[in-house]
DNA sequence: CTGAAAGCGCTTACAG
DNA sequence: CTGAAAGCGCTTACAG
């Protein structure tokens, strides 16, 4: 029904294979044919047909996006619309479009990116998380399909392409920054440790402590799973500690603000009693009460770079395994306070 | 390179066809045959490549999703990762994919929509908006392609199938809720007017007055894009009027958080002074001070539904037009307080 | 229940 | 600079 190349080769005097060279704009049609032929096309209102293209030509021009399971971090605001700006933009500039992955568990994940891969769906797939023994890491890897990841693989480190933050060193230095306002007393609530970043922040977090002398305690590190199913008690009894943190490092803003109003019924006040700081600068969070100090980590350029990397890959599959780090940035508001060390020690 | 059909057909000492056949698990084909060539599927690690067989089958097995352009409201949270939930688990129930746009502009998603079509990348489309006067919704309908909306079209309702809350009438609801609590000055501040969400909900606040027997005035309306760029004397403007609102209805959460920032600089309490209610039910607005009362709108229903719609659409081409509203509901917080009507008027 | 053949709408060596 | 031909990997009437 849909008018094909063979219509438009007749209407204008030429062999299919100089529409479909025209199509591609190769150098090899004189100009005057390529005019005239276009000129068809138009009139005719022909599109190319994506698939037979794809098909003949062995490509898609299309990129396969993966998040984690809908149940966990990868769903919550703003990491997700964001990234995929960064995504479409990049892959909006190289004419590639965006084929989404919309499995539910980690098992749909995985047989949905088995058949993009094998059933030739994409030219080439992000995973928007690094998770601990990841399977579809692994199957990309050793296929070896062209794949880049947003988060640092936790394993194979030299053979994948990926972007990330430095979570170590950034956790580190938030650390240092509550130092440096006085506190000594620093509790962290860290996200799930099967991801990659939450690990790395963690690892961020004991180093500072190490290195600025104080010393890690269990007592300080609440896990993002107690916070979820148990966030008030755990706050409690962080707080009823013989030594309660004049200082709390959260993994996400969302939890920051979530201990807060814990704290709140405790009558504890934000910064007045302990500083928070969060993670990931939600839109939110300059609006809010009190306007949380917050880690932004470039989500938008994180899904850019992503995209990027794979998109040379993809184009030359020899091209160098690459990793970057893009900027991270403390954005202080009012939830952190300096303090005077006049408290028990010393 | 990859193991295709005739592989497996030599390999199993039947035809193509026959191979065909069992992987559409056709009723015509006896259960030995079926059994011994999906062994030699396994055997051989056989995919179907997903173009050869759209092309010959004239189908794509998946959907296009649009959003409005990236400098909107739709970008933000938590509409987007929210929608796409929904609109995923419909998609991955009945096995189809999604192919997301990645234009900027809307000449560029208008260009992508009609590539799309015509290069029978989808099988039908999901517009994530409703905006007045749009090309691409004229264009799908005028091309009679299986598509769906989210959110009410404002031109040809009888023709173009979609689901939407009913803003009007929670709008109303939400005028009706304040009154209630004794406020008879109640503000509006709006989206844009370019959505037809935002003309709705104006339309709930302005019949709502008249119901109830409140005066409306221009004073009393804010436009979101005075909001975006003069945000704080806006407000500033507002409470100093000479009978200032007691109650505020904000389009979104967002902007309620703008203005409650706004009206603590000029030292306005909220709730106590103003009450303020927001829409759209963000994550975070159930833990920031105060907590605010908003309307939560189901998103991922939303999503779900618009979805389900589609496929019918796309299974049935007979299939009538269809409209849903998915259920709002006002969860209340902290940000609305009872006032009694004492001042001026009576 | 199964097969031979045509066809989906392109691209791309190969030849001139 | 252009064309004829083969092929990409499937599906689907048609025939038996």
Redesign the interface.
Known sequence: M?VTIIDVAREANVSPSTVSRVIADSPRISEQTKRRVREVMNQL?Y??????R??AAKT?Q?IG?IMSD?TSLA????F???V??G???S??ASK?????????TEE?IFQEV??MV????VDGIILLYSRVGDRTMKYLKDENFPFTMVGRPYQYEDEISYIDNDNERITHEVVEYLYNLGHRKIAFIGGNLDFVVSIDRLNGYQKALEKLGLSYSEDYFIRNDVIKTNGMKAVHQLMELNEPPTAIVAHD??VA??V??YL?GLSVQVPGDVSIIGFNN???SA????PLTSVDISIVELGLEATNLLLEKIQDSEAAVEHYFVPTKIIERESCKRITTKKKRE
Do not use: W
């Open positions: 849909a209102g599109y190319p047909n994506f698939q037979a794809n098909l898609t299309t996006v809908s769903f919550q605001n703003p997700f619309p964001e995929i700006r995504i479409c933009v892959a909006h590639y479009g965006i084929y989404f992955s919309t499995g539910g749909e088995v058949s094998q059933g030739k769906k803003d969302l603000y979530e807060i109003r709140e939600h839109a939110l609006y809010v009460k009190p």
